[in-house]
Nanobody
Framework: QVQLVESGGGLVQAGGSLRLSCAAS????????TGWFRQAPGKEREFVAS????????YYADSVKGRFTIVRDNAKNTVYLQVNSLRPDDTAVYYC????????????????WGPGTQVTVLS
């Protein structure tokens, strides 16, 4: 089973950028769909973006389209989430996740999670 660890979070001004990393160990991410989720204080965890393990096709939540980009570096077995044009409502703990089972939806059935990295956007 793959293990995931996120990094790259921090404090940033509105309009700024960060690159979040999800380093995997144990198995190659090419056998998983990998996703990013986030959870703001007092809110439920929500889907942000995902990337298919084999073809590398991507899928984004409407709220982040055009601002966030998910990419995978196979050599480093790492998935990145480039987050640009950050807004205060992007403030959340960002979690990397993975799933090995196939379901039609790119946003569901994730069963492997990292501990999360905090992103705080100042207005």
């Amino acid at each position: 089973q793959v293990q995931l660890v996120e990094s790259g979070g921090g404090l940033v001004q509105a309009g700024g950028s960060l690159r979040l990393s999800c380093a995997a160990s144990g198995r190659t991410l090419r056998t998983y769909r990998t996703g990013w989720f986030r959870q703001a204080p007092g809110k439920e965890r929500e889907f942000v973006a995902s990337i298919n393990g084999s073809a590398g096709t991507t899928y984004y939540a409407d709220s982040v389209k055009g601002r966030f980009t998910i990419v995978r570096d196979n050599a480093k077995n790492t998935v990145y989430l480039q987050v640009n044009s950050l807004r205060p409502d992007d403030t959340a703990v960002y979690y990397c996740s993975a799933r090995s089972v196939w379901v039609p939806s790119p946003t569901r059935a994730y069963d492997i999670w990292g501990p999360g990295t905090q992103v705080t956007v100042l207005s």
